[in-house]
């Protein structure tokens, strides 16, 4: 038996690989550095090598491969797209995630044990969460460039174990924190063991695990079609579950809730564009051919996730909830656009991933500085008038509420615009008057969040604003600039998609 | 079109001390006057050089334009933001700029116990740039903008001294009587749009003639509404008498010389609409007719020295619309005597301010009495201001009022006597009115407290008035001789239509007013020379003054068929709004809570229903696959 040395161009995986690379010497790191040092090494390790991989993707954007990893990664236009908006979000992520007051001090520990209140006194802090972090964003931009069975399961695991772990760091209510971990955990193997049977399923059908040949095989439909149709159901259940759709959303309030909100932040963002990336890619070029089979499915699972996601919004007392119902419901405005399968639906679909993820990191920043002397406060009675006791918070807050909520002027209204349009113009008319529906429905409750910060009287309970520090004002500030740059003057932006973003098969 | 780059610093150099003024706050408060001021005289500079540059050109070439930006650009409808100085927005810029500069000089010393002169500039040099972006224009669209921008600086300058309630209120009376006129701007700038596919004057101009006859009288009436509302004419004149409670400076240029004639710069410019819609140009003599003899019998009866004016100023305006509504004949007599009313009567209005200055702001006239030994220089300013009002010659008013009138006679049939006669009566009406305040203010025993102690004004404010009378003495013959203003405008007006036929010789017209001026003087000689004039107004008298006093019921007219159907209508709306509009959103909003609340049960908090959940998700798919393939 020989082997063949697998052939890889280095160039144009370079951005994984500095990831990667970034990752383990960040292990490194806390192994061999002192602990004072470590927060700021980390930090730094971790700001730059997002930066270079930044850069690296900003270098290659042009270019176009099939082979760039021996057949199981590609690289394109979307995929530059889509990974340069994964770091974007990364980075601005990273701010929150550095300011300190969010994570336990011993994970390791029993909530409330005699250890983590020594690690507490001792001022420990949990820099591993840095190198976690840079493992997921490796998963995650591997995850839309995949192009075979295997590499795209190996991305999920691999974007998925990590935030697995960070969901359960948190500082305060560890014990909630620790059961979202562990729930994410359970329903996330769950929905990858149904992922896993349909790659199977999958294989069966073309005999090949690679997506050329599982879409050839679909346009020369020589194979069986059951196979094909239940090897693709279990396969979009999995991405399903990862970007929150209905019915596979139940795991995303418990864990927005409860994991630290910094990793919510990341994960909402992040993930989302991660998971859409690779729908867009499969659904796009793969099952492009079977159309006939999923556009109606698709399309249900977008109403009724747009629908539920709004109407249960309406009720939510927490903010971290309220955000995750909206998240569900972005999920389905963000699936009419893979339903619209043409240019102008994957255009919007990544200008509305990018202006989605901004706004979200944003809205979770100003989330970490509500707080009081128990730490962050997300009950939502007491929000009321924040707009007097911090109008920094409370507008930069409303900025975003209207973003998801899609008032003109701001990156939403964009975003929503081009998709609905996009499917609109696929025909796909009742998923766009459910989307404007539920835009109206989504609108009310946003809207009930500024009327309650804004005029409503406050009450005194000791409910505080943190001076923000330099890392989070950075978070807030930057994604409510880029929220609104892309409201008012998004004409550069779309250009560069609508040029970049062609897939090639 | 000759094109010229330097227009744009008419408007830039007041724009810009407004915007200093305004922003640079008590900082500027020792030398804001004299930057307004300088700004305003800088403009007049300007002004003064493009003419001496139009007057080197042949006429055919002597309109220059200045394209700034391209402005709109949506689809079919295409505006530039533009100007145009042509023969007729010159005279306009002349005056503005000029009688502004001297206004600003006046105020000067007028507003110098004020501690908000800086803002009293600020916004006098608003309104000289809004007025030139209204004249400057070059489309309905345009001169829309500086239309607001002189409604603004009215408001701002009549509520000048809110912190009177009264007065506050009387600014947002003119700025609401003003919105009407405004919707109907508004109004025939999407006529001409819908019909015509354009908004500029000289597209208009050339696509009149394809135009629908119905359409244009219906941009026609539309414009007259809005020269109703900015001119203070029949039935939106009543805001001018309360638009007296801003500083005396401000009625002088801007209820008396500049705003309110907008009205007639209106009606002139669009010539080519009117001209092609005789419905609507009969409807602007009605107008024009009615607004003259309404003011001046209003004018009769105020003891108000300024509201007095006031109504003359609404009389005199309708003069000149009755005039603008004769068509190509009548248009350069409309803005001559636009020209020298804006003399006289500024001139008029600042003798008011110094009197009022002397007389510890007092302006009830009855109050006044023998001031002429007090204030020669007002006396002889004001009165030279008179006699031109008055019409008696060689005085401005002599030759622009007997203009009107002859033109009047001139427009044949019944309708020519109609309207002769009645600018006959209403030049009686104007004699007596205004030799009662002759007579009140400056002659007769004095009335006044003794706590006055009338003085002349100091020099920075006789100044501008000696300048206005002047004007008011020399400006209807230079206009006139040899037909300059006429000849001058001619180019700009159709004159296809003009059909010379004389009813009346002009020296017979001349004699008919001489004598029904004399008749109103004598009148007003014999009610207030030869008696006791009371300083309180008597009570016992006819019901027509007491109609008169009451501004011909105005104001009740107003309150009766319009203030209060529109509150009840309002009323209504918002109850229905409260329980229709807003009782189905809450309905629904209701819906959606409890329906929310009653899918939130699905979110138990355990691992397994949600292991469930998606199971069950999954079968659903898998059987709606079956169902779709199937």
């Given at each position: 038996m020989t082997f063949t040395a697998p052939v890889l161009s280095y160039t144009l995986l370079s951005p994984i690989l500095i990831l990667l690379g970034g990752a383990l010497i960040g292990v490194l790191v806390e192994a061999f550095i002192s602990k004072a040092l470590r927060p700021v090494v980390q930090l730094t390790l971790t700001l730059g090598t997002l930066l270079l991989s930044l850069l690296q993707v900003w270098r290659i954007r042009g270019e176009q491969s099939l082979t760039a990893a021996m057949g199981s990664l590609v690289i394109d236009g979307p995929a530059a797209l889509l990974q340069g908006s994964i770091l974007v979000i990364a980075i601005i992520s990273i701010f929150l995630i550095a300011d300190t007051e969010h994570f336990t001090p011993l994970a390791a520990a029993l909530p409330g044990s005699a250890e983590e209140r020594e690690a507490t006194q001792a001022g420990n802090q949990v820099t591993e969460v840095y190198p976690l972090t840079l493992f997921a964003v490796s998963g995650m931009m591997i995850f839309p460039i995949a192009s075979d069975l295997i590499m795209l399961f190996v991305a999920l695991e691999m974007l998925s174990l990590p935030l697995y772990l960070m969901a359960g760091l948190s500082r305060r209510r560890r014990l909630a924190s620790q059961e979202s971990a562990l729930k994410y955990f359970l329903l996330g193997s769950f929905a990858s063991a149904f992922f896993l049977f349909?790659?199977?399923?999958?294989?069966?059908?073309?005999?090949?695990?690679?997506?050329?040949?599982?879409?050839?095989?679909?346009?020369?439909?020589?194979?069986?079609?059951?196979?094909?149709?239940?090897?693709?159901?279990?396969?979009?259940?999995?991405?399903?579950?990862?970007?929150?759709?209905?019915?596979?959303?139940?795991?995303?309030?418990?864990?927005?809730?409860?994991?630290?909100?910094?990793?919510?932040?990341?994960?909402?963002?992040?993930?989302?564009?991660?998971?859409?990336?690779?729908?867009?890619?499969?659904?796009?070029?793969?099952?492009?051919?079977?159309?006939?089979?999923?556009?109606?499915?698709?399309?249900?699972?977008?109403?009724?996730?747009?629908?539920?996601?709004s109407l249960v919004a309406i009720s939510q007392r927490d903010v971290k909830r309220m955000l995750a119902y909206s998240s569900i419901a972005h999920a389905g405005f963000l699936l009419s656009g893979i339903i619209a399968l043409n240019k102008a639906g994957l255009d919007a679909t990544i200008f509305y991933l990018f202006a989605y993820g901004v706004a979200t990191v944003g809205g979770f920043a100003v989330v970490t500085l509500v707080r009081d002397s128990a730490g962050e406060v997300t009950d939502l009675n007491r929000w009321k008038g924040l707009g007097k006791r911090s109008p920094f918070a409370a507008s930069a807050f409303a900025l975003f509420l209207l973003a998801f909520a899609g008032i003109p002027l701001t990156s939403g209204f964009i975003g929503k615009f081009s998709i609905f349009s996009a499917a609109y113009e696929k025909g796909a008319t009742a998923v766009v008057i459910t989307g404007v529906l539920s835009s109206a429905i989504a609108a009310f409750f946003y809207i009930r969040v500024i009327v309650l910060m804004f005029f409503t009287d406050a009450v005194e309970d000791g409910t505080a604003v943190e001076i923000p520090s330099v890392l989070t004002r950075a978070t807030v500030v930057i994604s409510a600039v880029i929220t609104l740059v892309l409201g008012i003057y998004p004409a550069p932006v779309l250009d560069f998609i609508t040029n970049l973003a062609i897939f090639i098969r | 079109?000759?094109?010229?780059?330097?227009?744009?610093?008419?408007?830039?150099?007041?724009?810009?001390?407004?915007?200093?003024?305004?922003?640079?706050?008590?900082?500027?408060?020792?030398?804001?006057?004299?930057?307004?001021?300088?700004?305003?005289?800088?403009?007049?500079?300007?002004?003064?050089?493009?003419?001496?540059?139009?007057?080197?050109?042949?006429?055919?070439?002597?309109?220059?334009?200045?394209?700034?930006?391209?402005?709109?650009?949506?689809?079919?409808?295409?505006?530039?933001?533009?100007?145009?100085?042509?023969?007729?927005?010159?005279?306009?810029?002349?005056?503005?700029?000029?009688?502004?500069?001297?206004?600003?000089?006046?105020?000067?010393?007028?507003?110098?116990?004020?501690?908000?002169?800086?803002?009293?500039?600020?916004?006098?040099?608003?309104?000289?740039?809004?007025?030139?972006?209204?004249?400057?224009?070059?489309?309905?669209?345009?001169?829309?903008?500086?239309?607001?921008?002189?409604?603004?600086?009215?408001?701002?300058?009549?509520?000048?001294?809110?912190?009177?309630?009264?007065?506050?209120?009387?600014s947002k009376k003119a700025f609401v009587m003003n919105r009407i006129g405004d919707m109907g701007l508004s109004f025939a700038i999407m006529i001409a749009f819908a019909t015509m596919g354009t908004v500029s004057f000289a597209g208009v101009q050339e696509h009149a003639h394809h135009a629908s006859e119905a359409a244009l009288t219906g941009m026609g009436i539309m414009l007259l509404v809005a020269a109703a509302g900015k001119s203070a004419q029949f039935p939106l004149q009543a805001w001018l008498g309360d638009a007296m409670a801003g500083p005396t400076p401000v009625s002088a240029l801007i209820h008396a010389a500049t705003m309110v004639t907008a009205g007639v710069y209106l009606i002139t410019r669009s010539n080519f609409v009117f001209d092609a819609a005789p419905t609507a140009q009969l409807l602007v003599v009605i107008v024009g007719a009615i607004t003259l003899m309404f003011g001046a019998l209003i004018g009769t009866a105020k003891d108000d020295i300024k509201k007095a004016l006031a109504a003359s100023t609404m009389s005199q305006i309708g003069y000149m619309i009755l005039a603008a509504g004769l068509g190509p004949v009548g248009y350069a007599f409309a803005i001559m005597h636009l020209l020298t009313h804006g003399f006289f009567k500024a001139g008029m209005f600042l003798g008011a301010g110094s009197v009022m200055h002397g007389m510890n702001d007092e302006v009830?006239?009855?109050?006044?009495?023998?001031?002429?030994?007090?204030?020669?220089?007002?006396?002889?300013?004001?009165?030279?201001?008179?006699?031109?009002?008055?019409?008696?010659?060689?005085?401005?008013?002599?030759?622009?009022?007997?203009?009107?009138?002859?033109?009047?006679?001139?427009?044949?049939?019944a309708k020519g006597i109609i309207l002769g006669v009645t600018t006959l009566i209403g030049a009686a009406i104007t004699a007596f009115y205004m030799t009662r305040v002759m007579i009140l203010t400056f002659t007769g025993t004095k009335r006044w407290?003794?706590?006055?102690?009338?003085?002349?004004?100091?020099?920075?404010?006789?100044?501008?008035?000696?300048?206005?009378?002047?004007?008011?003495?020399?400006?209807?013959?230079?206009?006139?001789?040899?037909?300059?203003?006429?000849?001058?405008?001619?180019?700009?007006?159709?004159?296809?239509?003009?059909?010379?036929?004389?009813?009346?010789?002009?020296?017979?017209?001349?004699?008919?007013?001489?004598?029904?001026?004399?008749?109103?003087?004598?009148i007003a000689f014999s009610k207030y020379a030869r008696q006791e004039v009371s300083s309180v107004a008597p009570e016992n008298v006819s019901i027509f003054t007491k109609i008169a006093r009451q501004d011909l019921m105005q104001d009740r007219f107003n309150e009766a068929v319009f203030m209060r159907p529109g509150q009840a209508l309002t009323t209504t709306l918002v109850a229905a709004d409260e329980v229709v509009i807003d009782g189905a959103v809450r309905g629904v909003g209701q819906a959606a809570m409890s329906s929310g609340s009653a899918l939130r049960g699905l979110q138990n908090g355990y691992v397994r229903s949600y292991a469930a959940l998606i199971l069950v998700g999954a079968i659903a798919l898998i059987g709606a696959i079956w169902v779709v393939v199937q």
């Open positions: 349909g790659a199977a399923y999958l294989y069966g059908y073309s005999g090949s695990i690679t997506f050329t040949g599982i879409r050839e095989s679909v346009i020369g439909g020589s194979g069986n079609d059951v196979l094909l149709l239940i090897g693709m159901a279990f396969l979009t259940i999995g991405l399903l579950f990862k970007v929150g759709a209905v019915p596979f959303h139940s795991w995303s309030p418990d864990v927005y809730q409860g994991a630290p909100t910094p990793i919510t932040a990341f994960m909402a963002a992040a993930t989302k564009v991660a998971a859409f990336g690779a729908m867009l890619r499969i659904f796009y070029t793969v099952f492009a051919n079977a159309e006939w089979s999923w556009t109606p499915i698709i399309s249900a699972i977008a109403i009724i996730s747009m629908l539920l996601g | 079109m000759t094109t010229s780059s330097s227009l744009v610093y008419l408007i830039a150099l007041p724009l810009a001390g407004a915007v200093l003024l305004l922003l640079g706050g008590r900082r500027t408060d020792k030398w804001g006057h004299l930057l307004g001021t300088a700004m305003s005289a800088s403009s007049f500079g300007v002004g003064l050089y493009q003419l001496m540059l139009m007057l080197d050109r042949p006429t055919e070439q002597r309109p220059v334009s200045q394209k700034l930006f391209e402005w709109i650009n949506v689809g079919e409808f295409k505006v530039d933001a533009g100007l145009l100085l042509d023969q007729l927005s010159i005279c306009f810029v002349l005056l503005i700029t000029g009688v502004g500069t001297l206004i600003h000089i006046y105020s000067i010393s007028y507003m110098s116990h004020d501690k908000d002169r800086r803002r009293f500039f600020a916004y006098l040099n608003l309104f000289i740039a809004a007025m030139l972006l209204l004249v400057l224009g070059d489309s309905y669209l345009n001169l829309y903008v500086g239309w607001e921008g002189v409604g603004l600086a009215s408001y701002l300058l009549i509520g000048f001294w809110n912190q009177k309630p009264a007065y506050a209120t009387a009830n006239m009855r109050k006044y009495g023998a001031l002429r030994k007090f204030m020669p220089i007002t006396f002889v300013t004001f009165g030279l201001g008179y006699l031109a009002i008055l019409g008696v010659p060689p005085f401005a008013g002599f030759y622009s009022k007997d203009m009107i009138i002859e033109t009047a006679f001139n427009a044949g049939g407290d003794d706590n006055a102690h009338p003085h002349e004004s100091p020099w920075l404010m006789w100044l501008p008035m000696a300048v206005l009378a002047i004007g008011s003495v020399s400006s209807g013959y230079l206009l006139s001789s040899g037909g300059a203003l006429e000849n001058w405008l001619h180019p700009l007006f159709d004159h296809h239509a003009e059909h010379e036929h004389h009813l009346l010789e002009p020296i017979v017209v001349s004699a008919m007013a001489l004598t029904m001026v004399a008749i109103g003087v004598a």
